[in-house]
C-alpha cells in the first residue's frame, strides 16, 4: 500500500519567487492537510483540504494558498517567498479523524 | 488559548536507562491524543492514539498513557535505534488551528 507521496523532496527558490508543492495522497483518503516545521515553531498548521474544499486554515499569510484535484492529491503554493519560509512542508492525509499518515515532506530553502 | 506543550526539549539517556516523556495539553473538547516518532529529514510516523483518561497503549519498549491533562510515553531499556523526536498532538474539532495540535517535540538521544 503505497504511502503519502510529496513532490519534490528538495527545492532551493531565490526571495521573490513562487513555488509549488505536491502531495499526494493514501488511495482512498480524501483528507490531505498541510504543516510547515521549523526548528523554532514546530509543526504549524496551514490549512486542510477535504473532496476539493479547504475546511480550515491556519494562521499564515495569504501568500501560502492550497488546493485539491478530484482524484484528492493537493498542491500548495507559496508566492513572493521570504528568507523566513524555508522549513519543512509536510502533508498528512486521512481516512477518518483518529488516523493522519504523513508524508516526508519537501525541504524548502529560500536564499 | 489551546496549546501542548511537552518535556524535556531534549534527553539523552544510555542503553537500557528508562525514561519518561510528557505532554500537557490545555485544550476544550479534546477527542483523542498521538503520538509520533520523527527521524531527521522525515516524516513523523504514527506510534499510538489515545482517547480517554486512563487508556494505556505499548508497542515494544514504547507505553503510552493518558490522563485528564497530560500523557506520558514510556521508554523502557532504549536502545540506540530509538534515538528520534517524539511528538505528542492533541486532535478535536473546530479549533482555528486545525484537527491537531502538536508540541515542539522532544529530542531523544540513547547512547551505547
Known amino acids: 500500500k503505497a504511502g503519502v507521496t510529496q513532490t519534490p523532496r528538495y527545492l532551493i527558490k531565490t526571495r521573490g519567487q513562487q513555488v509549488t508543492l505536491s502531495c499526494s495522497p493514501i488511495?482512498?483518503?480524501?483528507?490531505v492537510s498541510w504543516y510547515q516545521q521549523t526548528p523554532g515553531q514546530g509543526l504549524q498548521f496551514l490549512f486542510e483540504?477535504?473532496?476539493?474544499?479547504?475546511?480550515n486554515k491556519g494562521n499564515f499569510p495569504g501568500r501560502f494558498s492550497g488546493r485539491q484535484f478530484s482524484n484528492s492529491r493537493s498542491e500548495m503554493n507559496v508566492s513572493t517567498l521570504e528568507l523566513g519560509d524555508s522549513a519543512l512542508y509536510l502533508c498528512?492525509?486521512?481516512?477518518?479523524?483518529?488516523?493522519?499518515?504523513f508524508g516526508s515532506g519537501t525541504r524548502l530553502t529560500v536564499v | 488559548e489551546d496549546q501542548v506543550t511537552q518535556s524535556p526539549e531534549a534527553l539523552r539517556l544510555q542503553e537500557g536507562e528508562s525514561s519518561s516523556l510528557n505532554c500537557s495539553y490545555t485544550?476544550?473538547?479534546?477527542?483523542?491524543l498521538f503520538w509520533y516518532r520523527q527521524d531527521p529529514g522525515k516524516g513523523p510516523e504514527f506510534l499510538f492514539t489515545?482517547?480517554?483518561a486512563g487508556e494505556e497503549k505499548e508497542k515494544e519498549r514504547l507505553k503510552a498513557t493518558l490522563t485528564k491533562k497530560e500523557s506520558f510515553l514510556h521508554i523502557t531499556a532504549p536502545k540506540p535505534e530509538d534515538s528520534a523526536t517524539y511528538l505528542c498532538?492533541?486532535?478535536?474539532?473546530?479549533?482555528?488551528?486545525?484537527?491537531?495540535?502538536f508540541g515542539k517535540g522532544t529530542k531523544l538521544s540513547v547512547k551505547p
Open positions: 483540504y477535504f473532496s476539493e474544499t479547504q475546511r
Open positions: 488511495s482512498g483518503h480524501r483528507s
Open positions: 498528512a492525509s486521512s481516512l477518518t479523524a483518529d488516523g493522519y499518515t
Open positions: 498532538a492533541v486532535f478535536y474539532y473546530g479549533g482555528s488551528q486545525g484537527n491537531l495540535i
Open positions: 485544550v476544550s473538547g479534546l477527542r483523542g
Open positions: 489515545l482517547y480517554s
